[in-house]
């Protein structure tokens, strides 16, 4: 199953993280995860890529939105 796909159908993205965010930072990490699928590089590069490819097309500060991730990742992890 696609990764875009699981996030819309099952919401897998339900964390205080995500739920903080404002309507285009959320539509800006689901478009990552669409980017990311279309990429064929390595995860890293792909996603790399596709926060920049993100955040000019939403106009969205880089530095942003890898900080969601990094947050997200933490919260994920329990380390926050």
């Given at each position: 199953m696609l990764i875009s796909r699981m996030v819309k159908e099952n919401?897998?993205?339900d964390s205080?993280?995500?739920?903080?965010?404002?309507p285009v930072m959320k539509e800006a990490v689901n478009?990552?995860?669409?980017?990311?699928?279309?990429e064929t590089d390595s995860?890293?590069?792909?996603?790399e890529n596709a926060v920049a490819k993100v955040a000019e097309f939403h106009n969205i500060n880089v530095e942003k939105l890898n900080e969601y991730f990094d947050k997200?990742?933490?919260?994920?992890?329990g380390e926050k």
């Open positions: 919401h897998l993205i205080k993280s995500y739920n903080e965010l404002s478009d990552v995860f669409k980017v990311i699928e279309k995860i890293i590069n792909r996603f997200e990742i933490l919260e994920q992890l």
